[in-house]
């Protein structure tokens, strides 16, 4: 159970750096408790946890989609250069259809056509961020009486991206520990060479990808809402963050593996640190550097698990180390 003591220490050095970043940033800055500022932390939140849930069934079947930003980015330029001629309804239908094109052509890319799925999804991230300049010939779009998405506070006070945040963690935790979980771990498991040879696999991956396009979509068009304009360098680096998250919360790049809580807190820790060096008035370089270190450990501590995987690949995909740890 050397994967679960792992993902134990991993669990408690996150939660120790979460807490040491509360403690230090509070007494830095005296806005980090703000209540406008806890508001800024929680959207920020929201928009990285929405196509990072999707991430981790993904990574937990054993492939990644480094395609979702540029996806975002893409619908969001679609929905502005659309809407003005053919109505803001039928803009974003067609934003949220086209992530989910994304999403299949990249599923039948991995299951049908037998791409690696980094290489299948970092081609579709080339091509998309690519259109998504190129449609607008690089400039932001506006999008005129788009705002209730990205802005509306329905519930007490909280925005609605935060609250759709939270509905996709509770779906996402009740799904890990059901059968749904349970199946993409046994598919995640099972040996690479003969992951996708059964159509009921096939159609569980991309069926992933499909969920994972539409996240990406539904952030694109968050964000499009939140600033009333389409721009071609939305979400930039937040496949990093969703990737460093689940493997850092317990998921292993060669599947079987993956805990919901786990990605939770480590997107929790990621948005506090990122959070507190803005107030610094740090560049925001620097948080991508950090999501890079965080990616580097998160592969660091998965190698060992990538070198017993041929070993665990000839167990039975009804095995117990399917199980959760969330």
């Given amino acids: 159970m050397a994967a679960t003591r792992t993902a134990l220490l ?67 330029i679609l929905l502005a250069r659309t809407a003005p001629g053919s109505g803001l309804p039928i803009a974003v239908l067609l934003a949220v259809s086209a992530g989910l094109v994304i999403g299949l052509v990249n599923g039948l890319l991995v299951t049908i056509a037998r791409v690696d799925s980094i290489a299948a999804t970092f081609a579709a991230m080339a091509l998309l961020r690519g259109l998504a300049y190129l449609m607008p010939s690089g400039l932001a779009v506006a999008v005129p009486g788009f705002r209730t998405l990205g802005n509306n506070r329905p519930l007490l006070g909280i925005a609605l991206p935060a609250l759709i945040f939270a509905a996709a963690v509770v779906l996402a935790s009740l799904l890990s520990r059901s059968r749904v979980g349970h199946r993409t771990r046994e598919i995640g498991l099972l040996a690479p060479a003969t992951r996708l040879d059964g159509f009921q696999e096939r159609r569980w991956v991309v069926l992933l990808f499909a969920v ?115």
């Fill in 10 to 76: 991993t669990r408690t050095a996150l939660l120790i750096t979460g807490v040491g970043a509360v403690v230090f940033f509070s007494f830095s800055s005296p806005y980090f408790l703000s209540i406008d500022n806890l508001d800024n932390l929680l959207a920020d939140l929201a928009l990285t946890g929405i196509v990072t849930m999707p991430a981790a069934f993904l990574i937990m079947s054993g492939h990644l989609d480094l395609s979702i930003g540029a996806a975002a980015a893409f619908t969001g």
């Fill in 212 to 326: 994972s396009g539409l996240a990406a979509a539904l952030v694109g068009l968050i964000r499009t809402s939140q600033l009333g304009t389409g721009l071609p360098t939305a979400a930039i680096g937040i496949e990093v963050t969703a990737v460093s998250a689940a493997l850092l919360g317990g998921g292993r790049l060669t599947g079987g593996r993956g805990s919901v809580a786990g990605t939770l807190l480590a997107l929790v820790v990621m948005a506090i640190v990122d959070n507190g060096l803005s107030l610094a008035n740090v560049t925001a370089y620097a948080g991508q550097v950090f999501h890079a270190a965080l990616l580097v450990i998160a592969l660091v501590l998965e190698a060992p698990h990538r070198r017993t995987a041929p070993a665990r690949a000839r167990r039975p995909a009804l095995s117990h180390e399917s199980n959760s740890e969330d």
